[in-house]
């Protein structure tokens, strides 16, 4: 546990050295922020809720939208993979440590400067010229706590496995760019997972694309009440350990592979 | 400490045709070439031991090592350190070892030393104590102080071999392996290495196995030499035994203060002779450079006299050349 939190530090303290890059990417999620705001209320138009979503529920929604992607690494993760294609994996190898709690550790630090540089700052900016929704008890922010840490298990879990591919590839990164472009649009980043046909959000359900991050929206507007409450952060739960066990199992076969053929 | 028996590394490589149609036959065909890395060599290495192995690039020497630290298996042979197979139980095996690759550090590259240092403390579980202890002894031998503070990212070679070096050495290990430690470094920048990687084998104790294709590594730091090439063991021995065996032979040139019509003397060959200066070959068996002078000066009065030892790396690269070791 010392370890685990020894290197989400420093990883932390990494992560803080590229300020300058997150602030970057600050005001460009901001901008589109404002611009998916004016797409979705143009498409409310007169209608005072779409599919269950008030026009300020909405608005609150693009702001969430744009503050968790580089909490949750949504448009790409590729540290893992390129890992491999440089080598520098060997050194990993050669600690005395668990590979996956190694990377583990080290999101923590990484979605921690994003949420803090990005995320919250960018709620801030959204505060400044829109009207925002909030939780309204204490126990609605727990909830929403819950959900933000589970989405980021999730979507850590799927981010790994997916570079996983590159111990069986050399070019795994196209694949990659695929596989983050349908989770950002599965996972309702692009829009409420609420506004898909119904057959689509059927299908999504096997998915654990919608636990990444439609779920946090849900129980922080408050569209999820009660007990749904908690079955959706059981269902976050679930395929958190499910992603980290098949991930773990994948990344034993992989180093196998490593260590017989040769990298 | 190290037991290698008929170790062999064999890699795949699929067959590459030519071409546009070839890329896709590549693609689709299951013929293969099979580079043998390690092709067949034993060798064992005592505990306190600091052995040189040497061969020139390709020879298979980092995969052997690879082999060493568990990071490939082999596709052949044995292969025990301290008992135990490297790659069985990775973690438990790699707690025991140092492991330093030239080419590549295992520090972070966008921590300061010192932040790396102490989360290497921490992963390998070093009492505090006994790392600041380390850590204050290394410091001064490597001379790390100036750049404790900087990223890795931004060290030169040498530095971020000797903050390697340290790292490598934190936790104690009995065994260190060093892959190219000296690889791209000016001479100054070498010779501070090796001073170290002795002082840590005579001191510490550690038993190190290092590669170079660097000859004067092995001349300067190493009792002992493996020297392989394309995969093959070549010679297990001191560089002194390689001499006497397959070395040029000695040179011994005088300058005569006085013209001699005949020259010549027991246990040497004249192979030159201009003015008053005449060349003498002789080998080690046959006769010692004290005793051919001894001969010399009751013969001839010289005026002035010099050794020439043979070239050690003219010797070894017959070996590689003339294949002279392979039976
Ligand atoms: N992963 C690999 N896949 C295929 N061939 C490899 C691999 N690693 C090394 N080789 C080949 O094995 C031989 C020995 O390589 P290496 O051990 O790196 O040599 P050295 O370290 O002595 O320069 C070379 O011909 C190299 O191309
Ligand atoms: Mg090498």
Known sequence: MRVFWEMTKRSFQRYLTYRAAALAGLATNFFFGLLRMAILLALYGERPQVAGLTVADVITYSALSQALIGYLSIFGWYDLMNSVYTGEIGSDLLKPLGLMRFWLAQDVGRALVNFLLRGVLIMVAFELVVDLVYPQTAVSWLHVLCTLILGWLVSFGFRFLVNLASFWSPDARGMGRFAFLSATFFCGQLMPIRFFPDWLQGWLQFTPFPAMFNTTIEIYLGTLTGTAVYLALLNQLLWAIGLLLVGQWVLQTAVRRLVIQGG | MITVQNLQKHFKLNKQYRGAWGSVRTLFSREYEVVKAVDDISFEVARGELVGYLGPNGAGKSTTI???????????????????????????????????????????????????????????????????????????????????????????????????????????????????????????????????????????????????????????????????????????????????????????????????????????????????????????????????????SQRFRIQDLAVREPDIEATVRRIYEERLLEN
């Open chain 2, 66 to 296: 690879k082999m060493l630290t568990g990071l490939l298996v082999p596709s052949g042979g044995e292969l025990a350190v301290n008992g135990r197979l490297p790659w069985r139980d990775r973690q438990a095996y790699v707690a025991r070892i140092g492991a330093v690759f030239g080419q590549r550090t295992t520090l972070w590259w966008d921590l300061p030393v010192i932040e790396s240092l102490e989360l290497l403390q921490h992963i390998y579980h070093v009492p505090n104590g006994r790392f600041r202890q380390n850590l204050a002894d290394f410091e001064t031998m490597l001379e790390l102080k100036p750049f404790l503070n900087t990223p890795v990212r931004s060290l030169s070679l040498g530095q971020r071999m000797r903050a390697d070096l340290c790292a490598a050495l934190l936790h104690d290990p009995d065994l260190l392996f060093l892959d190219e430690p000296t690889i791209g470094l000016d001479v100054v920048a070498k010779e501070r290495i090796r001073q170290f990687i002795r002082h840590v084998n005579r001191e510490r104790g550690t038993t190190v196995l290092l590669t170079t294709h660097d000859l004067s590594d092995v001349q300067k730091l190493c009792d002992r030499v493996l020297i392989i090439d394309r995969g093959k063991l070549l010679y297990d021995g001191s560089l002194d035994a390689l001499q006497t065996r397959f070395g040029g032979r000695r040179e011994l040139v005088v300058d005569l203060a006085e013209p001699y019509s005949d020259v010549s003397v027991a246990g040497a060959t004249v192979v030159a002779r201009e003015n008053g200066r005449v060349t003498y070959q002789f080998t080690r068996e046959e006769i010692g450079a004290s005793e051919l002078i001894g001969r010399l």
